[in-house]
């Protein structure tokens, strides 16, 4: 089985719609895929309606986070959306994202970027705004050569120049109310140092001794030599390791696929869920 446990559609900051993701995942030989956009499940209905024959879709969403100043993402899989608490807080996470986008637009143009709240929002359609949708605009806009340009000290990394924070859940909330939903709870490329400053590997032990489930090892912001650290400490923890390629469509260099989750990792995820089930074409 080809397993890949974390992409993006238009939902949030995806280039594919829902439906061209899935397309996209038979294409590309996978059996399994988890659509996961950004504090939001409004992709879900799509995929389910789109999904081919014999592909299998995990319902699942990356909550935003943040412990001791530091961002990170935890993958949530198989959750009730309905859940009321959980539903709350992604709607206040999606509500900020607005005004967070508008002031990183703001700060932009104060430092000489020719980009335009309404551009953004453009490029953003109906999806949940983010840093990748600025980006693009300033990709459009001649100041980067390509999206991850933008994620730097420059420009709008995690403490950059033009960086504006936003509501984000504390993990252990988090993952306290990704139980109570009846999912499975992933930290999502936990030492991606290329994207900013990550949590030690202390604060990981604590969220698996609070009920993470496991953490995304293979990942293409991991080196090899991270991977294989990821792996051993996932063993240390008693937690899953899981891989995934963090589709974005054309948005990032990813492919669908590149990374992979083994099969008995996808079915302890689907044993230990009781909010939602994977569903299949």
Not at 125 to 143: C, K, S
Not at 246 to 258: A, P, Q
Request: proline share 5%; aromatic share 4%.
């Amino acid at each position: 089985m080809r397993i890949d446990l974390h992409t993006h559609s238009t939902a949030s900051d995806g280039t594919d719609t829902p439906a061209e993701l899935v397309a996209g995942a038979a294409a590309a030989g996978l059996d399994v895929v988890a659509l996961t956009d950004h504090d939001t499940v409004a992709g879900h209905a799509a995929a389910v309606r789109a999904l081919p024959a014999g592909l299998t879709l995990v319902p699942g969403a990356e909550l935003s986070c943040r412990l001791d100043g530091v961002s990170l993402h935890m993958l949530a899989y198989l959750f009730d959306p309905e859940e009321p608490e959980l539903a709350r807080e992604r709607e206040l996470v999606r509500d900020d994202r607005v005004p967070r986008a508008r002031a990183m637009v703001r700060k932009l143009r104060e430092l000489g970027v020719p980009v335009t709240w309404e551009r953004v929002a453009e490029i953003a359609g109906d999806g949940a705004v983010g840093r990748p949708h600025i980006a693009t605009a300033m990709v459009e806009a001649g100041v980067v050569d390509s999206v991850s340009d933008a994620f730097t000290e420059e420009w709008i990394a995690n403490d950059g120049r033009a960086y504006a924070e936003k509501h984000e859940l504390d993990p252990f909330d988090a993952l306290r109310l990704i139980k109570g939903a009846g999912g499975v709870a992933v930290f999502a490329h936990p030492l991606a140092a290329k994207r900013g400053q990550c949590v030690p590997e202390s604060a990981i032990a604590d969220l698996a001794a609070a009920g993470l489930d496991g953490i995304e090892a293979d990942h293409m912001d991991h080196e090899p030599a991270t991977r294989t650290r990821l792996h051993g400490l996932a063993a240390d923890l008693g937690l899953l390791a899981t891989g995934s390629s963090d589709y974005h469509g054309s948005r990032k260099s990813c492919r669908l696929g590149e990374h992979t989750t083994a099969a008995a990792v996808y079915e302890e995820i689907v044993a230990r869920a009781s909010g939602a089930e994977p569903v299949t074409g």
